[in-house]
């Protein structure tokens, strides 16, 4: 038979989780194939690039997708477990298979697959739509990238208070502010910090400084964190400041940034991870594959 589809992959790996039991990824990679009966030929065939299988990429692609639906959840790193709405699916007796049309009832499957969801950018049509090759692939992208920042985050959430903060610190030099890590910016974070958990020159000789505050939040950020905030950059008597957080941030809390007489940027928790993507600070490169196009002068004959 043909390999199957991350699609066709989901329900199995799901009812493979129904015992309510921790799974290993790996359980997981031995059992798929020899539910298909797949063949060993077909169980090792590589993707073009030659770095991983077609099976283990789809099963990899078929676990992101549940979990990012909420039908299964991940205790520890490559360990899976069926939550209370993978339960219910299972039990509903229409469904015996599981794609996109039944994942979109879930709003954070919504949120990982198209981005958050306002006014300024809405979330696409649900229903399908006829896409030239640089439009899927343009899609496609996106999905990896929004893939990537999730497990950012849940990464991010795992670690300790101490290492987000060196992790912010990290990137503001990444992104060009103060040159090396060394002499650029240093964490705070600890007792009688004033409210500042980092601070980091502006530029290489260090003429000015920003000052730094971290939330590895899931709860918004209000009003009121902002303005204890501003409050510390007076103390120290700083006009430049940037807030991150993990969650995001409260229209009020955004508003008082606007209008405060300190330069205040903050950063929720999609730009964050989307800043780590540009600027490559705790991912890395997988593959490069570049496009190319008939070349017309080539072919103009004198």
Not at 94 to 110: A, G, T
Not at 125 to 135: V, Y
Not at 229 to 240: D, E, I, P, Q, T
Not at 260 to 274: A, M, N, Q
Request: charged letters at 25%.
């Amino acid at each position: 038979m043909a390999i199957p589809t991350y699609e066709q992959f989901m329900y199995p790996f799901l009812e493979y989780l129904k015992d309510e039991q921790e799974h290993t990824l790996k359980e997981l990679y031995d059992y798929l194939p020899k539910f298909f009966q797949l063949t060993e030929n077909e169980i090792e065939e590589l993707l073009p690039s030659g770095k991983q299988s077609i099976v283990v990429n789809r099963i990899g692609w078929a676990r992101t997708y549940l979990k990012n639906a909420g039908l299964i959840e991940s205790p520890k790193r490559a360990v899976f477990k069926i939550t209370a709405r993978g339960k219910t699916i299972l039990n509903v007796s229409s469904i015996h298979e599981i794609n996109e049309s039944v994942l979109k009832q879930f709003p954070e499957f919504l949120e990982f697959k198209y981005g958050k969801s306002n006014e300024e950018n809405p979330q696409p049509k649900i229903e399908d739509e006829s896409s030239t090759p640089l439009e899927m692939i343009e899609k496609s992208y996106n999905l990896l990238k929004h893939s990537v920042q999730h497990e950012l985050l849940n990464k991010i959430m795992e670690c300790s208070p101490s290492f987000f903060e060196q992790l912010i610190v990290e990137l503001l030099v990444a992104m060009g502010y103060g040159g090396s890590i060394k002499d650029a910016g240093r964490a705070v974070g600890k007792s009688g910090d004033g409210g500042i958990d980092g601070i980091i020159k502006e530029d290489v000789l260090g003429l000015d400084k920003i000052y730094l505050q971290g939330k590895r939040w899931s709860n918004p950020v209000s009003r009121p964190d902002i303005q204890a905030f501003v409050g510390s950059l007076l103390g120290v008597k700083a006009n430049k400041g940037v807030f991150v957080t993990t969650s995001r941030f409260t229209k009020e809390a955004i508003e008082y940034a606007q209008n405060v007489d300190r330069s205040v940027i903050l950063i929720d928790g999609e730009k964050l991870t989307d800043l780590m993507f540009e600027y490559n600070v705790g991912v890395s490169k997988e593959t490069v594959i570049t496009l190319k196009k008939i070349d017309l002068d080539y072919f103009e004959e004198n």
